[in-house]
C-alpha cells in the first residue's frame, strides 16, 4: 500500500505524482506519503473510472501530439486480480483506439502491474490457447514490453 508511489517519490527524476485510489486504507497511507513529499504527491480519491478522468482534467496536464510518445506523463496501473481486471485492460486497451482516458493527453505509456493470467493473456500470439480479444487489441494498438511478470499467488493471502 503506498510501496511503489514512495519509491517514485525517491526517484530523482520524478517531478509530480498524481496517485488515483479507490481503497481507503491506501488513501490514508499515501495521504501521510503526500505530507511529506514537498508537494510533489496529490492524491485523488475515485471509485470510477469515469470519475477520475475529469478529474485528471482539471489538472491541467499537457496535451501532447498523437504522432509522438508523451515525453512527461506515465500512467501506472495496478490490475487487480479478478475478473474485473481484465475488463479494466479492455478498457485501456480501447482507450488507445479511442484516445480517451489517459490516451486524451496524448500517447501516454502505461507500466501495468498484472496477475500472470492477465499478462499471457495480453502477449498470446496467433494459434495460442489463451489468445483472445484483448490478445488482439494490444496486437492492434500497442507495443508491449513484458518487463516481469508476477505469479499468480503473490496476490493470494497466506
Partial sequence: YGFFTYALLNHTNVKRIIAVENHIQ???????LSKESDGRLEVLVSERESETFKQLKKKNLTVHPWKEVHPSLFAVVHVPNKFSGAIMIKNYLNQFHDRTGFQSFGRVR???????????????????IKRCKSSLLREALSDLEMLMVIPNDVYAPK
Fill in 110 to 128: 502505461m507500466n501495468l502491474i498484472t496477475p500472470a493470467y492477465v499478462a499471457e493473456k495480453l502477449e498470446a500470439s496467433v494459434g495460442d
Fill in 26 to 32: 491506501s488513501v490514508e497511507r499515501i495521504k501521510e
